[in-house]
Nanobody, 129 residues
Framework: QVHLRESGGGSVQAGGSLRLSCRISGFSGSTYINSCMGWFRQAPGQEREYLAG???????HYADSVKGRFTISQESDQNTLYLQMTSLEPEDTAMYYC????????????????????WGQGTQVTVSS
């Protein structure tokens, strides 16, 4: 059974940085060579927002809202996903989720939550001014 578990959230002041991690278990990246992973967030009362995606080959994609501030990466074993966030703003306050799609052979990665097969429980990020 596939599980995704996020960590690394917390409270930070505006201008600060955080690195989120997502540990993936029960999934073999070497088997699903066209899989991709990504990060979404959801603030209270708002829709889920796509942030970034990465495929098994390491090709990345970013939403315009975070381009230049957030960096998505993965471990070489592709079982851990990261989101490095810098220059955080109060508007970045949200629950952050990692997601996994088992087959997406095209670029860019999907930006719709419903295109992903698995997701974690989320980790809260709070940015104060």
């Amino acid at each position: 059974q596939v599980h995704l578990r996020e960590s690394g959230g917390g409270s930070v002041q505006a201008g600060g940085s955080l690195r989120l991690s997502c540990r993936i278990s029960g999934f073999s990246g070497s088997t699903y060579i066209n899989s991709c992973m990504g990060w979404f967030r959801q603030a209270p009362g708002q829709e889920r927002e796509y942030l970034a995606g990465i495929n098994r080959h390491g090709t990345t994609h970013y939403a315009d809202s975070v381009k230049g501030r957030f960096t998505i990466s993965q471990e070489s074993d592709q079982n851990t996903l990261y989101l490095q966030m810098t220059s955080l703003e109060p508007e970045d306050t949200a629950m952050y989720y990692c997601v996994l799609n088992r087959y997406w052979p095209i670029y860019p990665p999907p930006s719709s939550w419903s295109d992903y097969h698995w997701w974690g429980q989320g980790t809260q990020v709070t940015v104060s001014s």
